[in-house]
């Protein structure tokens, strides 16, 4: 019986540690992403970026549908810019990311730095971009105007 109670412990260790070793679904990731800005740390950032390589196929592939693989471009960049945390290989994402903070001459850095540029997905950018720049959980003035 002791026997049994030991195989049965370590089998539950091993199927815990399986269990925690996996990464965050995509959901987590997600809500991990929206209330990061709350307690900002590098180790939640490296989540959030080992998060996003591990579901990148389902990121992309909403890309077209709803601009995710941008917003995680915007998130990153936004984040690296603000707090100076290093950035993870994540494919194209990075250096979406990368590009976007060097301000690069590339069509997708052109798009998300230039405010001119408007229409209803740029809201959300700019929400993220205002919270990473000051912490403000709202839009400017001039942004809550545009998507009218």
């Known amino acids: 019986m002791v026997r049994h109670a030991g195989v049965l412990a370590l089998v539950g260790l091993v199927l815990g540690t399986q269990h925690t070793l996996r990464a965050e679904s995509f959901k987590a990731t997600g809500e991990r992403m929206t209330h990061f800005y709350l307690s900002p ?16 196929k389902k990121f992309e592939s909403r890309d ?32 979406t990311a990368k590009s976007i903070i060097a301000k690069d001459a590339s069509e997708i850095s052109n798009y998300v730095n230039d405010d001119s540029q408007v229409d209803p997905g740029k809201l959300d950018l700019w929400w993220v971009g205002q919270l990473f720049r000051d912490g403000r959980n709202a839009l400017p003035r001039q942004h809550s105007r545009a998507g009218r």
């Open 41 to 56: 740390t590098l180790q939640d950032f490296d989540t959030i970026q080992k998060g996003i390589k591990s579901h990148l």
């Open 64 to 95: 077209e549908e709803s601009g995710t693989a941008l917003m995680a471009a915007v998130f990153l960049a936004r984040v690296t810019e603000k707090y100076h945390y290093p950035l993870l290989d994540i494919g194209d994402l990075d250096d």
